[in-house]
């Protein structure tokens, strides 16, 4: 279970990345058997399948299992891992970047405002009735 930095897809972590969020993955449960999956391979799953948005069962097989990369993300979802995985990479990167660790503003578009205002999605997605339909079914 070595690691091995060779960066295939650009969504790997580097090894600064991976230096800086080690510390964070959750130990291994106790009284199981010892982990035999490199966490590592775990985590650059998860951010290909953030980054490129294809399913779970469509991760490359040169990734663990995506049954395992699903219950691992779904463990770290739930006890706030990856959260604070993803707040930890975000902040080593605007300091990379000069910026401030935490952003200082935020931005609603106003698309997003007006959709949410009309009914959302739904509201959207209505079948609409053209007004000659409407008259001939009078």
Same mark, same amino acid.
């Given at each position: 279970?070595?690691?091995?930095f060779e960066r295939r897809y650009?969504?790997?972590?580097t090894y600064e990345q991976w230096k800086l969020v080690a510390p964070m993955i959750p130990p291994a449960k106790p009284g199981g058997h010892p982990r035999t999956t490199s966490v590592l391979s775990v985590l650059n799953a998860i951010f290909y399948r953030l980054k490129n948005g294809c399913t779970w069962r469509d991760l490359p097989k040169d990734f663990p299992p995506w049954e395992t990369v699903y219950d691992y993300y779904r463990q770290w979802s739930l006890d706030g891992a990856i959260e604070r995985i993803h707040d930890a990479l975000r902040r080593a990167v605007r300091k990379?970047?000069?910026?401030? /660790? #935490?952003?200082?503003?935020?931005?609603?578009?106003?698309?997003?405002? /007006? #959709?949410a205002q009309k009914g959302g999605i739904a509201d959207m997605t209505q079948a609409r009735r053209s007004k000659a339909a409407s008259a001939t079914s009078w």
């Amino acid at each position: 279970m070595g690691l091995a930095f060779e960066r295939r897809y650009s969504s790997d972590l580097t090894y600064e990345q991976w230096k800086l969020v080690a510390p964070m993955i959750p130990p291994a449960k106790p009284g199981g058997h010892p982990r035999t999956t490199s966490v590592l391979s775990v985590l650059n799953a998860i951010f290909y399948r953030l980054k490129n948005g294809c399913t779970w069962r469509d991760l490359p097989k040169d990734f663990p299992p995506w049954e395992t990369v699903y219950d691992y993300y779904r463990q770290w979802s739930l006890d706030g891992a990856i959260e604070r995985i993803h707040d930890a990479l975000r902040r080593a990167v605007r300091k990379k970047a000069g910026k401030r /660790e #935490t952003p200082t503003a935020g931005i609603i578009d106003s698309q997003s405002v /007006e #959709t949410a205002q009309k009914g959302g999605i739904a509201d959207m997605t209505q079948a609409r009735r053209s007004k000659a339909a409407s008259a001939t079914s009078w």
